[in-house]
Each structure stands twice: as C-alpha cells, then as structure tokens.
C-alpha cells in the first residue's frame, strides 16, 4: 500500500536547475512541500525569484539564485550560494537543458553549445558540489 511518508525529505536540502518553469518548477515545489529546503535555480532570476515565493506561500524554505549553466563561473556561484543558504546539498537535479534541430541539420557551433548545456553543464555543477 502506499505510503506518502515514505516520500518525505524533511532535513534534505535540494539544488534545481532549470526550475524557473515547467518540470523543474514542480520538481522544486514537490521537493519543499515534502520537507525539503530548495535552492531554486534558473537563466531566468525574476522565474526563479516568483518559484520561491510560490514555495514560501505553501509554508516551504527556498531561495533563488539565477545561473547561466553554460558558464562553470556560475555553476560554481550557484554551488557556494546553495551551501551557504543550506549547509549542505544532498540532492541534485540537474533539469536544465534544452533541445534543437536534429543534430545533422544544425551548424557545429550549434551543436557544441547544445553539447555544453545539457552535458558539460552537468559535469561542471557535480564537480563545483562534490
């Protein structure tokens, strides 16, 4: 039988890229609704900043932080500012990320950008945190 308890995260403190809109913001309401602190993140700051407020309104702990993911400086900032807030990160989701054309019908430069957001990125921000 299932047992919404079980899904709880009370004490866990959470990263999400790519949380401004869509998946990655009920990812970040999920998470704190079950107890989790949530750093918010997202190339867009005034996305991210209307995310922690939704969160807070429902009585969750969530801060913003905007960050390019393409940059490592940024992936960096958005680690120290996730500890600093939190202490620590125990979950990491890397959401961020963005599609195109079919690989063979875009330009190289195309496809290294492409290359750099949805894998280097995740790379880079695993690094920064651990």
Known sequence: MFNSDNLRLDGKCAIITGAGAGIGKEIAITFAT????VVVS????DAANHVVDEIQQLGGQAFACRCDITSEQELSALADFAISKLGKVDILVNNAGGGG????DMP???FRRAYE?????F????VALF
Do not use: E, Q, R, T
């Open 42 to 45: 997202d190339i867009n700051a």
């Open 117 to 121: 957001l949805n894998v280097f990125s």
């Open 123 to 126: 790379f880079h921000m695993a």
């Open 101 to 104: 054309p079919k690989p063979f």
């Open 34 to 37: 079950a107890g989790a602190s």
């Open 108 to 110: 190289m430069a195309d």
